[in-house]
């Protein structure tokens, strides 16, 4: 490690030393063969044993100070919530059109999977967000202008993605085909 400070170890005390693909699969079986690049040059990772890549790579002094720092997601979400929670509509219908659509997206997909002790995370975020995207115009009108650039065909989730994904808790669609397909993976 060169001069700069490693934050998570300086208040942990020590360093981990862990293959970070073990903690996202959650099963100890990833053997790093190699780290590369595919055919679009997006980084992968080859997996002894694995059937696909692993679309990335995370290193582990990464995966700590990111699992460190997201952490702090749902505290601030908390906070924002209850500075704003007195503005949240009654009725969503009266949000905006933009806002309302985040809403019904929220409500219908990431709510409506029920997981267990996500929900009141979503709703929270959910209320923030919306709040936020109705009362500040400049930031609503921005990504209203800029999110139909996203492709969406570029966020769905690939093989690869799925047959990783099996091992976690989440109720993803086609789960259950994957599993047939590939196993359950452990977790």
């Known amino acids: ?34 780290i590369g690049k595919d055919k679009d040059g997006r980084i992968i990772t080859k997996g002894e044993g694995q059937k696909f890549p692993f679309p990335g790579f995370t290193d582990s002094e990464t995966l700590e100070v990111v699992q460190s720092a997201k952490k702090l997601i ?7 919530y209850s500075a704003i929670v007195k503005y949240i509509p009654k009725d969503p219908k009266e949000y905006c059109r933009f806002v309302a659509e985040v ?16 929900k009141e995370k979503w709703i929270k975020m959910r209320d923030v967000i919306c709040v936020f995207l109705q009362h500040d115009d400049a930031y609503r009108f921005r990504l209203q202008d800029a999110l139909p650039e996203l ?21 993803f669609k086609g789960r259950e085909e994957t599993i047939k397909k590939y196993g359950e993976g452990k977790k």
């Open 74 to 80: 749902p505290m601030g979400i908390d906070f924002m």
């Open 103 to 118: 809403y019904r997206w929220f409500n219908d997909t990431l709510i409506a999977r029920d997981e267990p002790g996500m």
């Open 151 to 171: 492709n969406l065909e570029e966020c769905k989730l690939i093989e690869a993605d799925r047959y990783f994904f099996r091992a976690k808790a989440y109720n």
């Open 1 to 34: 490690m060169d001069k700069k400070i490693n934050f998570l170890n300086f208040i942990l005390g020590k360093k981990k030393e862990r293959n970070s693909l073990n903690e996202i699969l959650g099963d100890g079986s990833f053997e790093v063969l190699e």
